[in-house]
């Protein structure tokens, strides 16, 4: 079992919620090797977001174990840095200063000043936003302020970058221009990457294997599907591409026949991940 | 708890001073004017009113001529209470400074605990909200007791009366910070002193500076009814004095003198408030 660069071993969730206890996922077991591109997708609510957030080590799961070259997880840290689908950049921090906050702390003693100022400028230019250093969150757009999250994360040279339906606020057209960047930057650096999504274009476009959960509670991973497409990708060129049709074809069928959503999906969503005032209200 | 009203004291429309006449005869026109035909309309009524030679109280041109030489002479000094109105005005102020930095650095701890501690919340609220609603006035008698000196049980009123707004803000500030930033200081892994400075203290600015001006008003209120019943130099007592000595034109004054230094005190922490939450407002 340790053999796996990281492996998430049995992870099981439960919430409890006004007194009554969900089982949000069930008997998770994921190996990932060096260098993958792992997508999870699933319906809204099913829990792949509790999944991710569990690997991150932001959320500790109910039992089960995630273990990331041979240590357990269980905080996070800068070696697994996630990118949120809100980019959560610090509003009041510039550009540069959003990323160098992360770059500071995480290199503090393996660098010197000069280096980490050197490295915060080389990954902002590596997602094209050298341009608007001193620039304040507010004053660029979603798809700049995205590339900005994706900068800092990538900064912390995590040994696993945790994408949280990173392009779901964007629209079609940057989005699409996002995937191409997150493709080309993976291809130079050979990034492990996780991410969720619920599209199943940008999953199979990007991934080298599909987790796919099933519906809630009690999710669990329903099929896992082997992405086998060369790669550099390119978009126009796979619309064409027969295997690519297939894989597609395959992660439709199973979400929209196998696991088919017949519930209310607020409902649903409500009841699998307590929103903030839920939290609060316990609190 | 409404995050609404966070941003609608802070950011005004400012007017960057471009070409500059006619940007500044609209401005005049625009936010001068106004105010002033006001102004003028309510002098002229009150004159009218009280220009008869029963009425109880002097109009604003006996007021002009009884007071005149308080207003060109603000800084005599005959000995003992018998000061100008600037040095009146500065001893109220000083006792003002003492008590509401006081109750800046108190408040904002406090608050910053109770935000940040279930704990203290629940134990310390029921306290902070039963003492808020004690008139400020109240507290003088048992401060007198206790200090046995009038300065000391001033400023004790100050800072006793501008605290509770600064605590419940501040503490609303604190639990109000997104958990999107919290969770980007645990992957970072900011320790408490980081947290506090880069994440908390400019995540809930906009909130405390709200808190700041409350409380500053607040205490501008009551120093004048403080000074009244301690006497010494001030220009509470200025008024009581005055009005014991039946100088119903020295009480006008005063009372123009108050008011304007509150609104300058009131504008002071806005500007504060402004310069330092630049940018910290969501985006």
Not at chain 1, 101 to 127: G, I, P, Q, Y
Not at chain 2, 79 to 104: F, H, P, T
């Given at each position: 079992m340790a053999t796996h660069y990281l492996s998430v071993e049995q992870v099981e969730m439960t919430f409890a919620t006004k007194g009554a206890t969900t089982n949000v996922l069930k008997d998770i077991n994921l190996a990932v090797e060096r260098g993958e591109y792992i997508s999870i997708i699933g319906h809204s609510g099913c829990g792949k977001s509790t999944l991710l957030n569990i690997i991150a080590g932001l959320t500790e799961s109910t039992s089960g174990a995630v273990i990331l070259d041979g240590k357990e997880v269980n905080a996070p840290g800068p070696d697994r840095s996630v990118v949120f689908q809100n980019h959560s950049l610090l509003p009041w921090l510039t550009v540069?200063?959003?990323?160098?906050?992360?770059?500071?702390?995480?290199?503090?003693?393996?660098?010197?000043?000069?280096?980490?100022?050197?490295?915060?400028?080389?990954?902002?230019?590596?997602?094209?936003?050298?341009?608007?250093?001193?620039?304040?969150?507010?004053?660029?757009?979603?798809?700049?302020?995205?590339?900005?999250?994706?900068?800092?994360?990538?900064?912390?040279?995590?040994?696993?970058?945790?994408?949280d339906e990173p392009f779901g606020a964007l629209d079609a057209l940057t989005r699409a221009h996002l995937q191409e960047e997150v493709m080309r930057i993976q291809d130079e650096l050979g990034n492990t990457v996780i991410m969720i999504t619920h599209d199943v274009d940008e999953a199979v476009l990007l991934s080298d294997r599909i987790v796919m959960l099933t519906n809630g509670p009690s999710a669990r991973i329903g099929e896992i599907l082997d992405i086998d497409l060369p790669r550099p990708r390119n978009r126009i060129e796979l619309a064409d591409n027969p295997n690519y049709n297939h894989y597609r074809q395959e992660v439709l069928r199973f979400l929209y026949e196998k696991q088919r959503k017949v519930e209310n999906l607020a409902e649903r969503r409500e009841k699998a991940v307590p929103t903030n005032a839920a939290k609060k209200a316990r609190a | 708890m409404t995050t609404s009203?966070?941003?609608?004291?802070?950011?005004?429309?400012?007017?960057?001073?471009?070409?500059?006449?006619?940007?500044?005869?609209?401005?005049?026109?625009?936010?001068?004017?106004?105010?002033?035909?006001?102004?003028?309309?309510?002098?002229?009524?009150?004159?009218?009113?009280?220009?008869?030679?029963?009425?109880?109280?002097?109009?604003?041109?006996?007021?002009?001529?009884?007071?005149?030489?308080?207003?060109?002479?603000?800084?005599?000094?005959?000995?003992?209470?018998?000061?100008?109105?600037?040095?009146?005005?500065?001893?109220?102020?000083?006792?003002?400074?003492?008590?509401?930095?006081?109750?800046?650095?108190?408040?904002?701890?406090?608050?910053?605990?109770?935000?940040?501690?279930?704990?203290?919340?629940?134990?310390?609220?029921?306290?902070?909200?039963?003492?808020?609603?004690?008139?400020?006035?109240?507290?003088?008698?048992?401060?007198?007791?206790?200090?046995?000196?009038?300065?000391?049980?001033?400023i004790f009123v100050i800072f006793i009366t501008a605290i509770w707004p600064i605590i419940i803000n501040t503490s609303v500030g604190v639990r109000n910070i997104p958990e999107d930033y919290r969770n980007v200081a645990r992957v970072i892994r900011l320790n408490g002193a980081e947290y506090f400075t880069r994440i908390m203290l400019p995540a809930a600015a906009p909130y405390i500076f709200s808190g700041l001006r409350i409380g500053v008003g607040l205490s501008w209120l009551a120093i004048v009814a403080a000074e009244m019943l301690i006497g010494g130099v001030?220009?509470?007592?200025?008024?009581?004095?005055?009005w014991n000595a039946s100088m119903l034109s020295d009480i006008v004054l005063a009372l123009v003198y108050v008011g304007i230094v509150g609104f300058f005190l009131d504008r002071i922490v806005a500007f504060i408030g402004n310069c330092v939450t630049r940018g910290t407002t969501q985006s």
């Open positions: 540069y200063e959003n990323v160098s906050l992360a770059v500071n702390k995480t290199f503090s003693r393996s660098k010197s000043k000069a280096e980490r100022h050197e490295w915060v400028l080389k990954n902002l230019d590596m997602v094209g936003m050298s341009h608007a250093l001193s620039k304040r969150p507010a004053e660029i757009s979603g798809g700049m302020k995205q590339r900005v999250g994706i900068a800092r994360a990538i900064s912390m040279e995590p040994k696993v970058l945790l994408l | 009203t966070r941003t609608e004291t802070f950011h005004k429309p400012t007017f960057n001073a471009g070409p500059a006449l006619i940007r500044l005869r609209d401005t005049l026109v625009k936010n001068v004017l106004p105010p002033a035909v006001i102004l003028a309309l309510l002098l002229g009524i009150w004159e009218m009113l009280c220009s008869s030679p029963t009425a109880a109280l002097p109009p604003p041109s006996q007021v002009l001529s009884d007071t005149w030489e308080l207003i060109v002479n603000p800084f005599y000094d005959y000995g003992g209470n018998d000061k100008g109105m600037g040095w009146q005005i500065l001893a109220s102020l000083e006792r003002v400074a003492y008590g509401y930095l006081l109750a800046v650095v108190v408040g904002i701890s406090l608050g910053v605990l109770v935000g940040q501690s279930t704990w203290a919340l629940r134990g310390l609220d029921p306290v902070f909200q039963v003492l808020r609603t004690v008139p400020p006035l109240a507290w003088l008698p048992i401060s007198l007791a206790g200090f046995q000196d009038s300065t000391p049980s001033a001030g220009i509470g007592f200025f008024i009581w004095d005055a």
